[in-house]
């Protein structure tokens, strides 16, 4: 099947930093990815979508200065979380849709996890 | 995309089917019924989808009422590594613009040796 991958898995900074999380799609080609992010003991809640070679589209009540997401490629999205707060740490999954399929078309991540100290 | 009812937890013997259910009463004509599974800290994995029609495949069979206003998920031998949280989304067609799975708060499965 379909691989998506994340990287890091896991990530601890200090407040006040930058972190970016990549996903990339391993054997497929992906024109859309999506970001979501996940707090403890909740369900996921998507943050953006994004086409490769445009602008994301993000959801109501996410920043997007301060989620920067690129998709420059068929097979990367990145999410930079900016600035980081402690109230940022979460755990971050990304989906790939695959470019022309049709039901089974969205590939998970294995998340990310985010601590903001 | 229709919204969708899930009890939030169940319990399951190991070895035993298991059934989880899940209303959509307000589904349209044009709406499918996809479910997907998180195991623990671990992104989601796709289970099954159906339009109207009962599905099987590898991991699970999906029921769908002749009504289309719910819909059961079924496990026929659970296995302890079958305890996640199950969720059922209901949302149009897959090559329609948007394409976005939205998640609700899905049932808890615990299986039980």
């Known amino acids: 099947g379909a691989v998506v991958s994340q990287h890091p898995s896991w990530v601890i900074c200090k407040s006040g930093t930058s972190v970016k999380i990549e996903c990339r799609s391993l054997d497929f080609q992906a024109t859309t990815m999506f970001w979501y992010r996940q707090f403890p003991k909740q369900s996921l809640m998507l943050m953006a979508t994004s086409n490769e070679g445009s602008k994301a589209t993000y959801e109501q009540g996410v920043e997007k200065d301060k989620f920067l997401i690129n998709h420059a490629s068929l097979t990367l999205s990145t999410l930079t979380v900016t600035s980081a707060h402690p109230e940022d740490s979460s755990f971050y999954i990304c989906?790939?849709?695959?470019?022309?399929?049709?039901?089974?078309?969205?590939?998970f991540g294995p998340g990310t996890r985010l601590t903001v100290l | 995309d229709a919204k969708t009812t899930q009890p939030p937890s169940m319990d399951c013997a190991e070895g035993r089917a298991a059934n989880l259910p899940c209303n959509h009463s307000t589904i349209s004509g044009n709406e499918y019924v996809y479910w997907y599974r998180q195991i623990h800290s671990q992104g989601p994995q796709y289970i099954i989808h159906?339009?109207?029609n009962n599905e099987t495949n590898e991991m699970a069979s999906l029921i769908i009422t002749e009504d289309r206003k719910s819909s059961t998920l079924i496990l026929p031998h659970a296995t302890l590594r079958d305890t996640a949280v199950y969720y059922c989304?209901?949302?149009?067609?897959?090559?329609?613009?948007?394409?976005?799975?939205?998640f609700g708060a899905g049932t808890i499965l615990r299986v039980k040796s």
């Open positions: 989304i209901v949302r149009i067609s897959p090559m329609e613009y948007g394409n976005k799975l939205v």
């Open positions: 159906g339009l109207k």
């Open positions: 989906s790939a849709r695959a470019s022309g399929a049709s039901y089974n078309e969205q590939f």
